[in-house]
């Protein structure tokens, strides 16, 4: 296992991981997950062993890492962009930590061969890395972080560089793979897809600091602050001490993190994500369509809901314009309690 306490990272005039206590259970995959800048790859660097850490402790398999130079810690690092060789062939690359290992050419061959198998590039080895799209890279540069089983895979936003549906293909590859392989991984992203895709539980740093780890699941469906819900996708707030009509609102699900069940809805802090509304013309709200954008499979709304407000809503495709009387259903899976 993987053990960080209070793992703090400072820089002139910056601290960039602050006081930061995480756990990866050997076998499972953890994913940070936070904005630009709130010390993502710091942490990662501490891990690997290269960025000093100012206090606190980083332990693997109950051994204090402090002191522990990087290439002795048994870990592989993946970057963003994969950082593949130019001038070495598809299988050289892969093969480079083997043969820094000091392993021969035939043996290297063969766990090269299972490895492009793993990822999916089977017949690739003679390429160069130029005539591979940005996918293809990618895979290839998994499969040198795979190449001598490293103890543990740290991944730096491993397909962020990548287009939308790539990614979203990649990443169920990536999980795939690093459940086949039994691979423990820390992976961080600012990307939610990915991470959820990827991870079994997920942290949310924000500024440096953990404000929530838990279950992904969980975390996407209950967060414990206004911070991290706006973080993971809920754009809107209401406040207890708001006046707008609250009796269509669903109240907490049982074992939500802050309220109990059944918590009063008209007591608590409540975030919601824009599918918490969706035009249905069996819907209780009413309201009328202020605004519309149309995205890949749907309508983005702002909808003025009697009562309540102007409120991002969803509506399939061909559905209504600006000036339209709608009727809104709650779908309470797009509907968060927060604690006080
Ligand atoms: P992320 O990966 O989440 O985008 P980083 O870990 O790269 O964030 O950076 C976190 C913060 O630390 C940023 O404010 C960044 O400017 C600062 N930082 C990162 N590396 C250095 C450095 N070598 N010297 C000074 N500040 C740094
Ligand atoms: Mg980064």
Redesign the pocket.
């Known amino acids: 296992m993987l053990e960080l306490d209070d793992v703090t990272v400072t ?1 002139p005039g ?1 601290t ?1 991981v602050d006081r930061v206590g995480l756990r990866v259970e050997e076998g499972s995959v953890l994913a940070v997950l ?1 904005p ?7 942490l990662l660097r501490a891990v690997a062993g290269l960025e000093p850490i100012s206090s606190g402790s980083i332990r693997w398999r109950g051994r204090d890492l402090a002191g522990v130079a990087t290439h002795e810690r048994g870990f592989a690092l993946m970057f963003q962009d994969g950082q593949l060789f130019a001038q070495a062939s598809v299988a050289d690359n892969i093969g480079y930590p083997l043969r820094l290992r000091g392993q021969g050419r035939r043996q290297r061959a063969g766990r090269v061969a299972e490895l492009l198998e793993l990822v999916g590039l089977g017949g690739y080895a003679d390429r160069r890395p130029a005539t591979l799209s940005g996918g293809e890279q990618q895979r290839v540069a998994l499969a040198r972080s795979l190449a001598a089983d490293p103890a543990l895979l740290l991944l730096d936003e491993p397909l962020s560089s990548l287009d939308r549906s790539l990614r979203d293909r990649l990443a169920g590859d990536l999980r795939e793979i690093l459940t086949t392989t039994g691979t423990t991984a820390l992976l961080v992203t600012h990307d939610h897809d990915e991470a959820f895709t990827v991870a079994d539980r997920m942290a949310v740093m924000l500024d440096g600091r953990i404000a929530q780890e838990g279950d992904a699941v969980e975390v996407w469906r209950q967060p414990v602050s206004r911070e991290v819900a706006s973080f993971v996708g809920y754009d809107t707030i209401l406040e207890p001490t708001s006046t707008e009509r609250r009796s269509w609102l669903p109240t907490a699900s049982p074992g939500v993190a802050g309220r109990g069940p059944g918590a009063d809805p008209a007591s608590s802090v409540v975030a919601l994500r824009r599918s918490a509304l969706r035009v249905d013309p069996e819907g209780e709200l009413r309201g009328v369509v202020r605004r519309v954008v149309t995205v890949s499979d749907a309508l983005h709304l702002e909808v003025d809901v009697e009562g309540v407000g102007r409120m991002p809503a969803l509506a399939a495709d061909r559905g209504p314009e600006v000036g339209d009387d709608v009727r809104l259903t709650v779908d309470p899976r797009g509907v968060a309690h927060l604690p006080e």
């Open positions: 820089f910056a960039a936070g630009s800048g709130c010390g993502k790859s710091t």
